[in-house]
């Protein structure tokens, strides 16, 4: 079947099995690996894309009902040569170690920051409960999200300025 | 020797353009990794690559009656279907093992775990090589399968091993260390002795990545490229040559980035072979990977240990003596990835960080029908479960004695003036300086507070419990004189160039899998050599452009790899100086270096820079005599002994008397890793293993029913911690160097998930006093803390 979708504003037009996976379709047919696979029971959210603008775990959304949607991937967060805030604050704060699970993290925590500007630890420990981490600890993944918060405050009160 | 507490690393300046050397610095490998642009196995995509899936047993012990793979090989886009009898062909139906035992790659006889490797499919996508798994059609006669390892030794227990000659049981090895008859003696005379089951259940590292690999076979050339999920790829290209008989200069072996290992990608696995195979047959680049069911059942798991513990004392709780008898379970192929002489791993450093006059350990361990394994999740070789014994039957006597476990452990420390102390069981402890670092974590946690509120809330009925573990962890293998794994020293190589513009690039042995190596061997030779670090290019994981080595487990990276780093980079100095010394012309002696520089004795203005040396190395007119040309060198580093971390966790919990539900409150980890190199990796490496301590403590065990099927084989039924099952990790420091490492500095990587399971077990069973409980197994979920709390504790197995 045929399939048409705009992964980070550019739109795509592929001829796919009805069955492939959205994770698969960004990764085998677009060429995308940013996005990674982690296990086949929605537990570990490394697969974590946006669906127009909301979070989704790629590997139980087929590519065929993004048909027509808006993905957003981790190579559609940064701003040519420079990261987006959440990136930085990953970076600041060491939120990741061997990075597999960071696509997914930096996902769900850009979309909590466009939700929730200033996030507790609370809500941040909430808003990433549907992945798995085995390397930080969460702790410097929690860090970065409250630097990211932090930061984007304070360059919105200069632009205001 | 200092001793600070670290601050809340929430704000720092990068030091990135503050060199030289060691601090909190932002870490290389991060540009590409938050970009989505690092590159894993499954991101390889060669011109024309196939992809492999195994078909695996779902039986625990089975012999194979028949396979027909016709229907498979029908189906569409399929390349080619193999089988065990295909193998045996090719006399690649068994390799060996890490522990020189063997391995079936595909069963042909029968099959001695679920999951085993049973025939693999190789077509054009995944998806295809899925559907054809389906079509093979596997007659199995099934047999009894040995789940109980206690009962692995009984007479009529079936033989898992029918491959060996002769073989007429389960039994894998037996292995002693220490002296039986002096602890016996002890034992015979003290005034307490506490005995005490342990059990530390099977878990498993399950790494965000599971492991795969790509296999490209030039027929032309004879030659190989595999990229795959390894933390040891020199190792693992001579193992490849020996396996399948492929020449050495012919195989590379490329480890790209690692998405976490923890163990787990340290042996070879069936999957890595038959994607060579594939390849071979095939005649086209061939990718597999694993889904999470076959890593959680087919891969390395750790631990599986049955241990009963003994501690003797003097009634005014002086430790005497400790001894222990071990069951392990080994699975179905000895598996274990251990020095050869160490079938047990470190185990033997169970007497932990205490004086004792005596000690003994006996073991014996055993075949099962599981999968192969045992040593991996972070444990440092067995040390895990060491630390737990110790650490757990030392609180069981605090227990009897009615002390205080902080003033029981402080009583029996080694003392700074014992060390290099020798242990009853054969290590040497390089250094260590243990009360600074228990009263550190003791005066973060408000440990006489913690006390006091415990008791106020025991008056009212709430359950709460201060748990203590101390552990000192032996990390950094070698010396090659007496660690080798297949008969490979455990050394490494390590080889520095620095380019005629002063920039430089090391290369090295080892692997990181997030350890963050590009970062802190940049640091090193930043540190000995006076170059940025952000000029050091680090390089690793190619087999085909880095030195020799044994690769990155058991905490050995900064231990062996740092140490080569550090001593290849004062090779570099040293033939720098002597190229200064013309360049100034002054005598070699009448040089100072200056972190960067070489300067004139009593004239800082007549100097000049490492860069400036580089490019005269490799400039025109005449070098000094006997001086070549070029600005580089390599070594291979022997480690002279291991390396001794200590560290003084306290974990304080809460527990739901309603629902037995345990809630990590507060846990304060103070570690002491010798010189620290960069903190903030430092600090890293410590909340991950920490929030492992959690998932082995209160959730996570691989069981098995009794016909043998996994019961772990999800992450729905394998539980791993959110960030909802774990604390905000509290962390201090003190810095103890190690006398024989160059730099002074100890292994890190596994001290959190040596240290913490001991001291969230020791909290909730402290919580749990008021019941009378003085042990419960793990993993302590809410149903086995519940019957621990009705006087019903169990063991898991």
């Known amino acids: 079947m045929q399939v048409t979708m705009t992964v980070n504003g550019t739109e795509y037009t592929r001829e796919i099995e009805g069955r492939m996976l959205l994770v698969h379709f960004l990764r085998d047919v677009l060429g995308l690996t940013g996005t990674h696979w982690g296990c086949d029971t929605s537990n570990c959210g490394v697969c974590v894309v946006w669906l127009d603008g909301e979070p989704v775990k790629s590997c139980t959304v087929l590519a065929a009902m993004a048909g027509g949607h808006e993905v957003r991937t981790v190579e559609g967060l940064a701003n040519g040569a420079e990261l987006d805030p959440i990136q930085e604050g990953f970076r600041q704060c060491h939120g990741l170690q061997c990075g597999f699970c960071t696509p997914g993290m930096l996902m769900t925590c850009r979309a909590l920051l466009d939700k929730n500007p200033d996030p507790t630890e609370g809500e941040i420990r909430e808003a990433i409960s549907g992945q798995i981490c085995r390397c930080t600890g969460y702790s410097s993944i929690i860090r970065s999200v409250r630097w990211a918060a932090v930061h984007e405050a304070s360059k919105e009160e200069a632009t205001a300025q | ?521 940049a640091q090193i030779v930043a540190e000995e050599l006076g170059i940025p670090p952000a000029d050091i290019d680090v390089l690793h994981g190619d087999t085909d452009n880095t030195p020799f080595g044994l690769g990155t487990y058991g905490s050995r990276s900064t231990p062996v790899s740092g140490a080569a780093a550090a001593l290849v980079a004062r090779k570099v100095r040293d033939k720098a100086k002597l190229i200064a010394s013309a360049m100034l012309e002054v005598s070699v002696a009448d040089l100072d270096w200056v972190k960067g520089a070489f300067q004139v004795k009593g004239d800082p203005g007549k100097s000049v820079t490492i860069q400036e040396i580089a490019f005269r190395a490799h400039g025109a007119g005449d070098l000094p005599d006997g001086v070549e040309g070029g600005l580089e060198a390599q070594i291979c580093y022997n480690p002279s002994n291991l390396t001794y971390p200590h560290g003084a966790y306290i974990c304080v919990v809460d527990i739901d008397p309603g629902t037995a539900e345990v809630k990590v409150r507060r846990f304060i980890a103070v570690d002491d890793c010798g010189t620290r190199i960069n903190p903030m990796i430092i600090e890293g490496q410590v909340h991950g293993g920490l929030t492992d301590g959690v998932g082995m403590a209160l959730m996570e065990m691989i069981s098995f029913d009794e016909d043998g099927n996994c019961l772990g084989a999800s992450l729905m039924d394998y539980l791993i911690p959110t960030a909802l099952e774990v604390p905000d990790w509290e962390t201090g420091y003190t810095v103890t160097p190690s006398p024989h490492h160059p730099i002074g500095a100890k292994g890190i990587g596994e001290s959190a998930t040596v240290g913490s399971p001991p001291a969230i077990v020791n909290a909730v069973v402290d919580a749990l006093k008021p019941f009378g409980v003085r042990h419960a197994d793990m993993p302590l979920t809410p149903s086995r803390v519940w019957d621990a709390m009705r006087g019903q504790a169990t063991p898991p197995i």
């Open chain 2, 1 to 521: 020797m200092t001793t600070t507490q670290d601050t809340k690393l929430t704000e720092f300046e990068d030091n990135d353009q503050n060199p030289v050397g060691f601090g909190r610095m932002l870490r290389k490998e991060d540009a590409r990794l938050l970009r989505g642009r690092g590159r894993f196995v499954d991101d390889v995509q060669l011109p024309g690559m196939l992809h492999l899936a195994i078909l695996r047993s779902p039986f625990a012990h089975a012999s194979i009656v028949s396979i027909d793979t016709s229907a498979a090989e029908a189906s569409p886009g399929v390349k080619a279907v193999v089988t065990g009898e295909t193998l045996k062909g090719l006399g690649l139906a068994w390799m060996p093992t890490l522990s020189n035992d063997v391995q079936a790659v595909l069963a042909t006889d029968k099959v001695r775990f679920q999951g085993q490797e049973v025939a693999f499919v190789v077509a054009e996508d995944r998806y295809k090589a899925r559907d054809a798994l389906e079509l093979i059609d596997v007659e199995y006669d099934v047999l009894e399968p040995v789940v109980d390892v206690r009962k692995a030794l009984a007479p009529d227990a079936p033989i898992i091993r029918t491959d060996l000659d002769g073989k007429a049981d389960n039994h894998v090895f037996d292995w002693e260390t220490g002296d039986e008859e002096e602890t016996n003696r002890v034992f015979a005379a003290a005034d307490v002795v506490v005995k005490e089951d342990i059990v530390y259940p099977r878990v498993h590292p399950a790494p965000m990545e599971t492991c795969g690999s790509v296999a490209d076979f030039d027929p032309v050339e004879g030659r190989l490229r595999l990229w795959s999920t390894t933390q040891a790829p020199h190792a693992h290209r001579t193992l490849y040559a020996i396996v399948a008989g492929l020449p050495e200069h012919k195989i590379q072996v490329i480890a790209p980035d690692i998405g976490g290992g923890f163990g787990n990608k340290v042996p070879i696995y069936p999957g890595y072979v038959l994607s060579i195979v594939g390849s071979i047959v095939t005649g086209k680049p061939v990718k597999w990977m694993e889904d999470r069911s076959e890593n959680l059942i087919s891969t390395g798991f750790a631990r599986d240990y049955i241990m009963r513990a003994e501690i003797a004392a003097t009634s005014e709780g002086r430790i005497l003596a400790i001894r222990t008898n071990v069951l392990a379970d080994h699975g179905a192929f000895n598996g274990t990835a251990a020095p050869v002489k160490y079938p047990a791993g470190f185990f033997g450093v169970f007497t932990g960080s205490y004086d004792l006059q005596a000690a003994h350990c006996k073991m014996t361990a055993v075949y099962t029908n599981k999968a192969p394994g045992g040593v991996a999740y972070a444990c440092s070789f067995r040390i895990t479960e060491a630390v737990y014994l110790v650490e757990r039957i030392v609180d069981t006597l605090a227990y009897e004695l009615r002390m205080d476990p902080a003033e029981l452990r402080l009583k029996n420390f080694i003392q700074p003036d014992q060390f290099p102390y020798t242990t009853k069981t054969g290590w040497v402890y390089d250094s260590g300086n243990y009360e600074p670092t228990m009263r550190l974590a003791m005066e973060m946690a408000g440990y006489d507070e913690l006390r006091k509120e415990q008791a106020e809330k025991r008056a009212r009925g709430e359950l709460m419990g201060i748990g203590i573990a101390f552990f000192t962890e032996a990390v950094g293998a070698g010396p090659r004189k007496n660690m080798d794994i297949l008969g490979l020293g455990m050394a490494d190589g390590c080889e520095l160039r620095v380019h005629p513009t002063g920039k430089a690039v090391v290369r090295l042995s080892v692997k990181t899998q997030g350890q963050g190596h590009e970062t802190t061997f």
